[in-house]
């Protein structure tokens, strides 16, 4: 298996918006995947479909954003309805992770096939290339969501948010 970094590919249809998700979904994509997914739904679109066919790995902060999305989405309406996250045919070892941080509740998996692509227009997504100041400030903010979602993930991810609030210090002097 190798170490690809995710890869993001966007297809839209009426409020509908599929996203295939390749490789590992690691910190260094969670900022433009935010960034996508927030700009989607600005525009109305509440349904999201997460296609993890090909994903071999979702990393805590990505994981941490996508909790975040799925929390805000269903708490914050944008005009059109409430919004959900589709997660389809994630692997065992990524149902186990959102599972073990608590989070799967968030979400709803599917395993029928995606809508037809003959009604979806794939989207071009410019990357936003952030600076190391605010990919340092996505992580944070992941992985202290984590552990607000879910008590137990405090363990987990203390020492984490200890350096990257260190971090982010550092980088904002």
């Keep these: ?88 045919n994630p692997s065992p070892r990524i149902m186990d992770m959102l599972d073990n941080l608590g989070v799967s509740h968030l979400f709803k998996t599917v395993s029928e096939p995606l809508p037809g692509s003959e009604w979806l227009n794939q989207v071009v997504q410019p990357p936003c290339n952030p600076d190391r100041k605010e990919l340092s400030r996505t992580c944070l903010e992941a992985h202290k969501l984590l552990m607000e979602i879910n008590p137990a993930n405090v363990a987990k991810f203390k020492d984490v948010t200890r350096f990257l609030e260190e971090d982010l210090k550092n980088l904002e002097k």
């Excluded at 839209?12 to 490789?23: L, N």
């Excluded at 690691?26 to 433009?32: E, G, K, W």
């Design 1 to 88: 298996m190798g170490s690809t970094a995710a890869n993001l590919s966007v297809w839209v249809g009426d409020k509908i918006a599929c996203v295939r998700i390749t490789g590992r979904a690691s910190f260094n994509c969670s900022v433009d995947f935010r960034k996508l997914l927030t700009t989607l739904w600005g525009q109305g679109y509440n349904r999201f479909i997460l296609d993890l066919t090909n994903c071999q790995l979702l990393d805590s902060t990505f994981l941490g954003v996508l909790a975040g999305l799925g929390q805000r989405f269903r708490q914050e309406p944008n005009g059109y309805g409430p919004a959900t996250i589709e997660l389809f």
